[in-house]
């Protein structure tokens, strides 16, 4: 299969253990740009919806405008995940109000989606993308209210970048909530949601997908491992700090995500048939 049109066939020479490894496109056109994150983040969704880390109309995606960076695309509440596409984004800004002229004919906004992300951008200029949902590990596994040990070579992705946010008010309803939840994520790109579910933001939207599947996986492995672990009047064996932290800087990092994440996008490309193109837009949009 050939990579798809919208990646780079430039090589991540600074890397040594990505050679020859495709890196992200940059776009010259500040509207192509916008339209590529547009369609990327409906894709984003569609992913998410083969996944089943959908929950009724709960869980969402955002990523930060390239030409308004203090606003964000986000889904309107309601439509199913699967159902995705650029044109039914909404552009919303940090306090919360849609944007009338750039977004989808749906204006119904997830209260909760408003009160998390918008945080998240704020706090983190550096957060092009995040993603929260209520996963089934992620759930069963938060209730117990602590973080993921270093016990395998993906876990250890996480390792010293996620944190737990070890409190449950309810439904996020109000921007203290919110706050609080951007406080607890601080400079991680993951955060353990005790009682809730996870978020994970990051400097892409290939690799904010690719680490939310991964560590939705990790706290099935965890549970898995405890109970066994238990079963037998042991306890798991973690990977030594080095090892940790050497994995860590491998599996870790922004690059790493970004290039784990992108077969993701081109099995959907490939099963859907459909491909980024950009029709140029007039400049008195943006």
């Known amino acids: 299969m050939t990579a798809p049109s919208d990646i780079s066939t ?26 590529f994150l547009k369609f990327r983040l409906a894709q984003a969704y569609r992913i998410f919806g083969k996944y089943g880390f959908d929950e009724g109309v709960a869980g969402h995606i955002t990523v930060r405008d390239p030409i308004r960076p203090d606003c964000y695309w986000v ?21 919360g109000e849609i944007q009338e002229k750039e977004s989808g004919p749906s204006r119904f906004l997830n209260r909760a989606a408003y009160m998390i992300h918008s945080a998240v951008h704020e706090a983190r200029p550096d957060v092009i993308c995040a993603a929260h949902s209520h996963t089934t590990y992620a759930k069963a596994f938060g ?23 070890s409190e449950f008010r309810g439904i996020v309803d109000d921007r ?5 939840i951007a406080t ?16 994970v933001a990051t400097k892409s939207i290939e690799s904010t997908i690719f680490f939310f599947i991964s560590l939705e996986k990790c706290c099935h492995v965890q549970m898995i491992t405890d109970q066994g672990a238990a079963a037998r ?15 860590y800087k491998l599996l870790g990092s922004e690059i790493g995500g970004w290039f784990s994440g992108i077969p993701e996008f081109q099995l959907l490309e490939h099963e859907e048939g459909k491909r980024f193109e950009y029709v140029p837009a007039h400049k008195e949009n943006m």
Request: aromatic share 6%.
């Open 184 to 199: 607890a994520l601080g400079s991680n790109k993951a955060v353990i949601l005790q009682n809730h579910g996870i978020l």
């Open 75 to 95: 889904n309107p509440w309601g439509v199913h995940f699967k159902l995705m596409q650029p044109e039914l984004l909404l552009l919303v800004d940090h306090e």
């Open 233 to 247: 009047g042991l306890r798991p064996r973690l990977i030594d700090a080095e090892n940790a932290a050497k994995t």
């Open 143 to 165: 209730a117990l209210g602590v973080p993921l040990d270093p016990i395998t070579q993906d876990s250890c992705a996480f390792y010293k970048d996620h944190s737990l946010y």
């Open 176 to 180: 203290e909530e919110g706050l609080a």
């Open 10 to 35: 430039r090589t991540a020479t600074d890397l040594p253990n990505y050679n020859n490894a495709l890196v992200p496109s940059t776009f010259s056109d500040p509207l192509e740009h916008r339209a």
